[in-house]
């Protein structure tokens, strides 16, 4: 089946700082990815969608300036979380298609202290 | 707005029985439904799709249905093993390729 990775898998940062988490299709080519939000006992919640080449769509209530994400190519998505604060821990998951099924990259656990 | 209901929370249940795992969803105009299984800590594992015009998909152990008109889909486990233990999460594709997702269902299964 399709893979799709995600760098790092954990990550710590202090308050104020950005974290940048990239998500790349190993071995399919994907013009659209997805990023979700998972925060403890709560379901995956859609952040944005990151298209290749251009501007990403965000979800209602994601403010797009702290949560930073580029498409550079198509195999790469990048999201980065800015000026990060500690209720922006959570797990974050992205995905992508190389037909109907959705295949998730393995997360990144970002703690902000 | 689609809404995804999974029941129950968490489910405990001895080796080897046969369980069934509930997923409603509130608008049945989908493209899609997905089961997947994700461990603590860990990405989502796809276990099966279901496109919108089929009733059910089967791996192994598992057997998904899906009744579009009901809004509803179960994922049926034989003879359960503690490996499976996990959360299964049922998301649905109302189309541009976005899931909607349950909170999941906690599966732990004693040996």
């Known amino acids: 089946g399709a893979v799709v990775s995600q760098h790092p898998s954990r990550v710590i940062c202090k308050s104020g700082t950005s974290v940048k988490i990239e998500c790349r299709s190993l071995d399919f080519q994907a013009t659209t990815m997805f990023w979700y939000r998972q925060f403890p006992k709560q379901s995956l919640m859609l952040m944005a969608t990151?298209?290749?080449?251009?501007?990403?769509?965000?979800e209602q209530g994601v403010e797009k300036d702290k949560f930073l994400i580029n498409h550079a190519s198509l195999t790469l998505s990048t999201l980065t979380v800015t000026s990060a604060h500690p209720e922006d821990s959570s797990f974050y998951i992205c995905s992508a298609s190389p037909n109907s099924e959705q295949y998730f990259g393995p997360g990144t656990r970002l703690t902000v202290t | 707005k689609q809404e995804v209901t999974q029941i129950p929370a968490a489910l405990s249940v001895p080796e080897g029985e046969n369980l069934v795992l509930n997923c409603s969803f509130t608008d049945s105009a989908i493209y899609n439904l997905q089961w997947f299984r994700q461990d603590p800590g860990k990405g989502l594992t796809s276990l099966l799709l279901i496109q919108s015009s089929q009733r059910e998909q089967t791996s192994g152990r598992l057997n998904a249905s899906l009744d579009k008109s009901s809004g509803r889909s179960t994922l049926y486990i034989a003879a359960s093993q503690p490996g499976d233990s996990a959360t299964y999460l049922c998301?649905?594709?109302?189309?541009?390729?976005?899931?909607?997702f349950g909170k999941g269902t906690k599966l732990t299964v004693n040996p």
């Open positions: 998301a649905v594709e109302g189309g541009s390729e976005k899931l909607v």
């Open positions: 990151s298209n290749e080449g251009s501007k990403a769509t965000y």
